[in-house]
């Protein structure tokens, strides 16, 4: 959104990669973005407060940030990328899934592991947040996303992403 040079720069950031499996077994990236801290927090004050409260509650039931911070570091290295960290369910076993990690600079932030999210849970977030949240998302995917070719965007459009 600000465009900084998130590497130079110095300042926390995420990455949120939108994965797609083939029918014929081949995994896609359907987009990938990189966003300050900054800005994730700008876009998170646009949401609803019900959007806000149901994403934290739901968060805290599957108790996420503790899976995050109780994987050893020789555990999130070796499984991060392979298992939804919600389910446990291997990701080669599901259609979609994302994958999303914290950095400075060139390095994974100390204690918070990157983490893949199957679909099937990001599309469970989506039911929960509110229509005007879900418009925001839509926007800034479209804004920041959005892709000219009309079969891209359409498969875009169906996909699910969301900061942490």
């Excluded at 077994?25 to 973005?33: A, I, P, S, W, Y």
């Amino acid at each position: 959104m600000c465009e900084k040079d998130l590497i130079a720069s110095g300042e926390p950031y995420a990455i949120e990669k939108a994965m797609k499996r083939t029918a014929e077994g081949d995994v896609l990236t359907l987009f990938e973005m990189a966003i300050c801290i900054p800005c994730g927090q700008k876009m998170n004050q646009r949401m609803s407060e019900h959007s806000k409260r149901v994403i934290e509650e739901y968060f805290e039931s599957i108790h996420l940030n503790e899976k995050r911070v109780g994987l050893g570091q020789e555990d999130w290295q070796d499984k991060w990328d392979k298992v939804c960290v919600v389910t446990g369910e291997p990701l080669s076993e599901v259609t979609e899934f994302n994958l999303i990690g914290n950095f400075i600079g060139d390095r994974v932030i100390a204690g918070i592991p990157p983490v893949a999210i199957s679909g099937e849970i990001m599309e469970q977030l989506q039911e929960k947040i509110s229509p005007e949240t879900r418009q925001e998302m839509d926007d800034f995917r479209d804004t920041y996303l959005g892709p000219d070719d009309p079969q891209l965007k359409a498969l875009l459009s169906e996909t699910q992403f969301v900061l942490l």
